[in-house]
């Protein structure tokens, strides 16, 4: 039992996430479906949301009190797969900020190394929505959320579709204040740190590179 993770089990995302895994997909349908699940992992994110000021407007009828989000959260995606899932988040929350961090895992010097990292000024004290489709060994979320918290953000979530039991225990031990908000959970990966099943490499079936 995972404590950190919300698993996200409904029968569209179960459908959806079959195509993802389907290698037959192609890439503009693979995106399509990565952008659907992605707006649905944000209004699940959100489900507990307390930022909200309450304001007044006129509706063609009358007067009326409501809501409004306020100090709206940051997507940070983690490139470069992370990127398939902004418009489906920020279509969901399109007064949401965004942030990109370039980070991966060089096998050469058994670590991680940053090569890009943009997030917005203001970012201190707001929430943060992390955005990643596939956690596999957690060596770059933890890198890539060890150098947010750095900047005394708000609280941090993470979006992904799936990832594995073995990531999911490490987040939990270095960052146990962090939920994850995923699809399913991988029990296993490959000697290259590809889940089983999984569904490939996500980049490469993003943008057709490989």
């Known amino acids: 039992m995972h404590t950190n993770l919300v698993e996200l089990n409904h029968p569209l995302l179960r459908h959806k996430l079959g195509h993802l895994r389907d290698k037959n997909t192609n890439a503009a349908d693979f995106r399509n479906l990565m952008t659907e699940i992605s ?4 209004y699940e994110a959100l489900r507990d949301w307390t930022h909200l ?18 100090n709206p959260p940051v997507a940070v995606a983690i490139l ?17 900020s965004t942030g990109f961090i370039g980070i ?7 670590n991680t190394v940053e090569y890009y990292f943009k997030l917005p000024a ?22 890539a959320l060890d150098r947010v918290k750095s900047y005394h953000c708000g609280t941090v979530k993470v979006l992904s579709v799936l990832a594995s039991a073995h990531a999911l225990e490490r987040l939990e031990h270095f960052h146990p204040d962090v939920k994850v908000y995923a699809l399913c959970v991988e029990k296993e990966m490959s000697e290259n740190g590809y889940l089983i099943p999984g569904l490939g490499d996500a980049g490469d079936r993003l943008y057709q590179t490989k």
């Open 53 to 70: 000021d309450t304001i007044s407007v006129e509706t063609p009828i009358a007067p009326a009190r409501v809501d409004r989000i306020s």
């Open 39 to 42: 707006k649905l992992l944000a």
């Open 104 to 110: 991966y895992r060089d096998k050469f010097i058994q």
């Open 122 to 143: 203001d970012v201190q004290g707001r929430p943060i929505l992390m955005c990643d489709p596939l956690i596999a060994t957690a060596d770059t979320m933890i890198a």
């Open 80 to 96: 470069r797969a992370g990127n398939g899932m902004l418009d489906g988040v920020l279509s969901m929350i399109p007064i949401a």
